[in-house]
């Protein structure tokens, strides 16, 4: 059999596969072609494919990538994301490669090598990073765009469940029918972990050579004028994986089994196979805090969107390195709390993936978006407030976040308004462990704008009212106080499916905020950085 050198059918939309260097575009050009059945390309244009391919991988704005010629017929992209204090000690691998002339991905630098290249170009890098990150956020809509990051892709446990994410958004593609769901973890598995099926059967073909473009007249030099040309270009893949075909469907299949046989997947190029020490990559104080302050500004600009979150929980792994470094670390406001159905990240705790698929979440979380009592469709006048208050509660931890629990469901249920006082045992439960105020002291008082903000995503996360006073309360013409005893002993109403379905969505609208270190609880003290997660361990 022989491979066409313009393999990929006429008709494909093209997406781009855009990623600072550093994160994986290798790995990802690999499970991208394994996905779809279809070639893919990059913006140096090595493999001479031209417009005929799938996606484009490019490291633009970053000094080693350009824009393709056929850039504005592109009108998509997915970005893969790594934490830069990982990334940019791995893009300088590379550097290290290419100047000793070793083969791509197969050996360390020194840590001596490190050094002295961090303390000429770390700085650069940062800078390089946060206009990579929104230049792409800031050229596609939402819709026209994916967040996938290299952490949760290589994750033992969550990188089937992401690898799924990237699969649907690849098949909304024209021109692409992407791998069955469920044949998507065998997949990664393969082409991430390096583990293709135990009996899976192989047949070699013949391959033409790559041809490699030189870069054109207009590109930026790399750093230290290191020629990036072949930065991530992986060898074509000398064997043709039939068992993978199974989960094809349609005019995929019709070309696999044409001429024009495309390449598949190799086990063999998985990840990184770099040997050599694995030094720690130290940064000073100086790079530290410029690192943060560019993640945090990443993540200011998209409030609202799952980068948000991406960024912040990079910076506290970030803070982490300093303080382990002896640096001091300001307490730094925890992300917003998760309960956007836009945009949101596959669900960890404590580096865990949650047993519920990113689409499933996605339809939950639209079940339960309306709230009327903050959509403006209820008249005080006419609204019963079921109110929560005081500090007296019904047994420990345990026991109050069940009367939490039944207290949404009694509101659910009986056509009332659950009303929380702030200063009480509810606030204490959520601020404690999951929604703490985003604040290093209460001095300012509850009518602080922060805290507000937070009185305000609370109140949308679980369709509750906040009142910070009694007087807020007098517009109501009914208010009930119930007692934390009483909403532990409710019994439900709903069927049991329904119930278990509407509970664990409120359970994992707050473990998606659960507290990482940042803010107080209502007590005003400061929330334990890795408390929760140490708990959950003990499990």
Request: aromatic share 10%.
């Amino acid at each position: 059999m022989h491979l066409s050198s313009t393999q990929c059918a006429a008709n494909i939309q093209i997406t781009y596969a855009a990623s600072y260097p550093g994160c994986g575009a290798r790995m990802t050009w690999n499970l991208v072609e394994a996905l779809t059945g279809l070639q893919t390309g990059d913006d140096w244009n090595n493999n001479g494919r031209g417009e005929h391919i799938v996606t484009v991988k490019t490291h633009y704005p970053q000094s080693n990538g350009i824009l393709v010629p056929f850039d504005d017929k592109i009108k998509r992209v997915f970005i893969v994301v790594r934490n830069p204090l990982k990334s940019i000690p791995s893009f300088f691998n590379h550097i290290y490669e290419m100047r000793n002339h070793l083969p791509v991905h197969s050996e360390r630098a020194p840590l001596e090598e490190w050094l002295k290249w961090r303390d000429a170009y770390v700085d650069t890098e940062i800078a390089e990073y946060k206009k990579f990150m929104i230049y792409w956020m800031d050229r596609f809509t939402p819709e026209n765009r994916y967040i996938v990051t290299y952490e949760g892709l290589t994750d033992d446990e969550v990188g089937g469940e992401v690898t799924k994410g990237l699969n649907e958004f690849l098949g909304k593609a024209e021109g692409v029918t992407p791998i069955d769901r469920e044949s998507v973890p065998c997949v990664w598995r393969a082409v991430v972990k390096g583990q293709p099926p135990e009996k899976q059967q192989t047949h070699a073909i013949e391959v033409p050579p790559a041809v490699v473009a030189p870069p054109p007249p207009n590109a930026v030099a790399s750093v230290n004028d290191v020629n990036m040309v072949n930065a991530e270009h992986p060898p074509l893949m000398q064997q043709f994986q039939l068992p993978f075909t199974a989960g094809f469907h349609g005019s995929n299949v019709e070309q696999m089994q044409g001429p024009n046989l495309r390449r598949r997947l190799d086990p063999a190029h998985q990840d990184s196979q770099r040997k050599g020490p694995d030094y720690p990559r130290p940064y000073t104080l100086d790079q530290l805090d410029k690192m943060m302050k560019m993640l945090k500004e990443v993540a200011g600009r998209y409030n609202n969107e799952a980068v948000h979150d991406i960024m912040m929980e990079y910076h506290a792994k970030v803070a982490v390195a300093k303080a382990e470094l002896g640096g001091e670390v300001v307490a730094q406001p925890p992300p917003p709390l998760a309960v956007d159905t836009i945009g949101i990240a596959p669900l960890q705790l404590c580096d865990r993936a949650a047993p519920i698929s990113l689409e499933q979440e996605l339809q939950v979380n639209k079940e339960y978006a309306q709230c009327p009592i903050l959509d403006g469709q209820l008249d005080p006048k006419d609204t019963t407030i079921v109110l929560l208050k005081g500090y007296t509660v019904y047994g420990r931890t345990g026991n109050n976040l069940i009367e939490f629990m039944h207290a949404l469901q009694y509101q659910r249920e009986n056509d009332v308004v659950i009303g929380v006082m702030l200063d009480s045992w509810v606030t204490k439960l959520i601020t404690s462990m999951w929604m703490a105020f985003p604040t290093d002291n209460l001095k300012g008082g509850f009518m602080d704008e922060g805290i507000q903000q937070w009185k305000a995503e609370v109140e949308r996360a679980f369709c509750v009212k906040i009142f910070v006073n009694d007087d807020e309360l007098s517009i109501y013409q009914n208010v009930i106080e119930t007692s934390a005893k009483e909403m532990f002993q409710y019994k439900h109403q709903e069927r049991m499916l329904e119930y278990v379905r509407f509970q664990m969505h409120n359970l994992r609208t707050l473990f998606r905020s659960y507290n990482r270190g940042f803010g107080v609880n209502i007590k005003n003290e400061r929330v334990g950085k890795h408390v929760f997660c140490s708990r959950c361990n003990l499990w």
